[in-house]
Every structure is written in structure tokens, then in C-alpha cells.
């Protein structure tokens, strides 16, 4: 997201649709400052990014995923990312794209890298 690179190559593809918990939001303001200095961007940059990228992906409010949560925090080690792994069972959707090596560790739940979306892309 930081960088003109691989991850918004994947996030600005018409191959995908993008949904997160409303979670996202507190996320993306606790590391705003982190983001800004490392994308070497104001924070009116910044905002202009996060509207751009946020065009692409539907947030869920709790009220709808909430009934996962329970399930999920008892399938993963960092409980901080059980509504992600909630609004995949909401959701129905195809799977889980991160970063993060612990959701590797998931059992019936898809998971995909960057390199997975990449090979879909370019295939």
C-alpha cells in the first residue's frame, strides 16, 4: 500500500473484490504516522491515498460479521485478527489476502499471498 508496487497492482485489479471489518479503520489511523513517513507523504497525501484505496474496498460494520467473531479468535493466535478471519465466514468469500505468515496457519481457510494474486493477474 506504502509503495507504487506489487500490493496495489493486486488491490487496483478488476480480478478482485476487497472487504474488511470496520477494524481497518482504527488500524490504518494508529499506523497513519508510520505510513506517511515511510510513503514519504503529508498528511494530505496521505488522506488523498487512503480515499483512493478505500474506493476499492467494501468495510463491514461489526453488526455484520459479529457472529463469526467467536469462531474465529479461537482459530488464530493473534486475537486482533479474528474479524478479518469473520467477515471471510460472513462474507463466503473466496479467501484471505495478507502478509501476515500466522494466517498460514489456518485451517479451512483460504489463504493468499501476493504471489498467489500476482500468478491470477498475470495468467
Do not use: C
Request: cysteine-free; hydrophobic content about 40%.
Amino acid at each position: 500500500m506504502i509503495k507504487d508496487g506489487i500490493t496495489r497492482k493486486i488491490l487496483f485489479s478488476d480480478l478482485f473484490e476487497f472487504i474488511a471489518p470496520d477494524f481497518i479503520m482504527s488500524e490504518v489511523e494508529k499506523y497513519k504516522q508510520l505510513i506517511m513517513d515511510r510513503a514519504e507523504i503529508n498528511k494530505s497525501e496521505f488522506e488523498y491515498l487512503i480515499l483512493i484505496i478505500f474506493e476499492r474496498i467494501k468495510v463491514l460494520s461489526k453488526e455484520n460479521y459479529s457472529n463469526f467473531l467467536e469462531e474465529s479468535r479461537s482459530l488464530i493466535d493473534d486475537k486482533k485478527d479474528a474479524p478479518y478471519i469473520a467477515v471471510y465466514f460472513f462474507s463466503k468469500s473466496e479467501g484471505i489476502w495478507t502478509h501476515d505468515n500466522h494466517f498460514s496457519k489456518l485451517k479451512n481457510v483460504n489463504v493468499f499471498s501476493n504471489i498467489d494474486l500476482l500468478e491470477l493477474i498475470q495468467s
